[in-house]
């Protein structure tokens, strides 16, 4: 008799082969990233840095219950730029509605296949 098991084994064998590749591809693109290095952003009013600027303070007063945001200037930054988009690191002092003015630190990633920027975090250092 064959046990009833075996004709799921080269079933079961696919899985695993298929799972082994999925988890080594993503470990080679972890790996890829991890290569990528941090860049200082040299020029912080270069009309396309001062976009990510101003779209990291005006989408914390949008998505922040109404809370005003002013910049008042941009510190310094760092970016990390690949082929499909960018992350941005920026250092900002800010006066927010009804508070005195701090230190933040905002987090945005810029889709240039995609043309659009997303917030990632906006914090108070």
């Known amino acids: 008799d064959i046990p009833s098991s075996l004709p799921c084994?080269?079933?079961?064998?696919?899985?695993?082969l298929l799972l082994l590749f999925?988890?080594?591809s993503q470990a080679a693109a972890h790996r890829?990233?991890?290569?990528?290095?941090?860049?200082?952003?040299?020029?912080?009013?270069?009309p396309s840095i001062v976009k990510v600027?101003?779209?990291a303070v005006s989408e914390q007063s949008r998505t922040h219950w109404g809370l005003a945001y002013t910049l008042i200037s941009a510190e310094r930054g760092e970016q990390l730029s690949g082929p499909e988009?960018?992350?941005?690191?920026?250092?900002?002092?800010?006066?927010?509605?009804?508070?005195?003015?701090?230190i933040f630190q905002a987090s945005v990633y810029e889709s240039?296949?995609?043309?659009y920027f997303?917030?990632?975090?906006?914090?108070?250092?």
Not at 32 to 38: G, M, N, R, V, Y
């Open 22 to 24: 999925f988890f080594t």
């Open 112 to 115: 240039k296949t995609q043309n």
């Open 85 to 102: 988009g960018a992350y941005y690191l920026i250092k900002l002092k800010v006066k927010p509605q009804d508070e005195d003015v701090g």
């Open 32 to 46: 890829k990233l991890l290569q990528l290095e941090w860049e200082p952003i040299r020029d912080l009013s270069d």
């Open 9 to 16: 084994c080269p079933l079961l064998l696919l899985l695993l």
């Open 118 to 125: 997303q917030l990632i975090f906006f914090m108070r250092l």
């Open 53 to 55: 600027i101003h779209f």
